[in-house]
Structures are given as structure tokens and as C-alpha cells.
T-cell receptor, first 111, second 115 residues
């Protein structure tokens, strides 16, 4: 079992739709959860952090966390072509914050 | 606030040659990370420093890779000798403890091609 599992995609959604990106993780010691966006040829960019169960909203982005199910998701509302990128899920343990990255889900927003 | 700086941005070497990458973290960030990202995969942690000390180097191929962080600021990652499978992007990231939480910020990366 991989430590962090994401569907590699591509996930194709029409412009204006909601994109839903999912991630499961195996380490029950994970306490912090991060979503990074990575454009082709660029480095990862932090877009969301979530630390407790429930939802966290930031603009068009909503992160959802369920530690009991070891599941975290990212919703992107009103998807734009500029959202087309690979989204990396990254759970982290407490302490010195060792982060483990998933392989990412490639999102394509079709105009 | 300036971001994480890395150099060089690109490097092409032949196998068995050596190469070094440099990273300057965000000012005040005590934790520094080096990752290797192979095309189509997520970043893989090579080594994590907390100030001058190594926190985790369990995935660093120590027979060929080395890293140091002198004075708790800049860091250098070296590969000697390089193999074809070392072709990847090498990412440096840094973080600091803020209200008990850490958030990592990445530099632009160094794309290494080994021929």
C-alpha cells in the first residue's frame, strides 16, 4: 500500500464546474495536511493547509479532512483553465514535520 | 519576503561526473529540505535539516549523495559520481514553526540531466 494515494488522472472538467480531488493516506500519525499545485515545469506551490477534521474554505478552494477515514480532498469551485495543473496531496507528521507527497492528480479544465 | 533561491536552474553532466546544487532558504526558516522529483512522480525527501543538524536522511543514497548546511542557513547537495537514474529535478524547500505549524515553501528547482 502506498503511503499517499491519489488518482493520477487526468481529471477533465469543463470551465465553471467543480473539480474534486481525492487523497487517502496510510500513516495514522499524520496531523497536518497540505495541498500543492504544480504547473508543468514549475515547482510545487502551497495552496491549502488543513489540520483538523471538517472543511476549510479559502476563496474557490475547499479542503476536507476526515482523519478516521484517512481521507483528505480538495474541491475547486468555478474551475478556470488556469487551474489546469497537477495537484499534490501531502500529509505530515507532527514534530519535525516530515511530509510525504503523493504522485499527484493532473487536472485539466476545458474552456 | 524573498523566496527560496536555488542555483543552478539547469545542469547537464555525463555519468560518473560530479555536480553540486546550492540553496538559500527563506530568511528565518530553520528547517530546510532537499527533494528529488522524477518526472510523473511526487517529490521524494532526500534530506531534512533543522538548523545545522540532520533530522532525516533515510532516503539519501549516501554512497553518492551528500549534503551540508553550514551556519544553519545555505545548503549544498552534491552527487558524486552521477548515474543516469539521477536525472530529475532537485527541489529545495524551507519552513519555520509558526503557531505550532509548519508550511513548506519550495524554490524553483534545479533540473539535472545525466547523459
Amino acid at each position: 500500500q502506498k503511503e499517499v494515494e491519489q488518482n493520477s488522472g487526468p481529471l477533465s472538467v469543463p470551465e465553471g464546474a467543480i473539480a474534486s480531488l481525492n487523497c487517502t493516506y496510510s500513516d495514522r500519525g499524520s496531523q497536518s495536511f497540505f495541498w500543492y499545485r504544480q504547473y508543468s515545469g514549475k515547482s510545487p506551490e502551497l495552496i491549502m493547509s488543513i489540520y483538523s477534521n471538517g472543511d476549510k474554505e479559502d476563496g474557490r478552494f475547499t479542503a476536507q479532512l476526515n482523519k478516521a477515514s484517512q481521507y483528505v480532498s480538495l474541491l475547486i469551485r468555478d474551475s478556470q483553465p488556469s487551474d489546469s495543473a497537477t495537484y499534490l496531496c501531502a500529509p505530515a507528521r507532527e514534530g519535525y514535520q516530515k511530509v510525504t507527497f503523493g504522485t499527484g492528480t493532473k487536472l485539466q479544465v476545458i474552456p | 519576503e524573498a523566496g527560496v533561491a536555488q542555483s543552478p536552474r539547469y545542469k547537464i553532466i555525463e555519468k560518473r561526473q560530479s555536480v553540486a546544487f546550492w540553496c538559500n532558504p527563506i530568511s528565518g526558516h530553520a528547517t530546510l529540505y532537499w527533494y528529488q522529483q522524477i518526472l510523473g512522480q511526487g517529490p521524494k525527501l532526500l534530506i531534512q535539516f533543522q538548523n545545522n543538524g540532520v533530522v532525516d536522511d533515510s532516503q539519501l543514497p549516501k554512497d553518492r549523495f551528500s549534503a551540508e548546511r553550514l551556519k544553519g542557513v545555505d545548503s549544498t547537495l552534491k552527487i558524486q559520481p552521477a548515474k543516469l537514474e539521477d536525472s530529475a529535478v532537485y527541489l529545495c524547500a524551507s519552513s519555520r514553526r509558526d503557531r505550532g505549524k509548519y508550511e513548506q515553501y519550495f524554490g524553483p528547482g534545479t533540473r539535472l540531466t545525466v547523459t
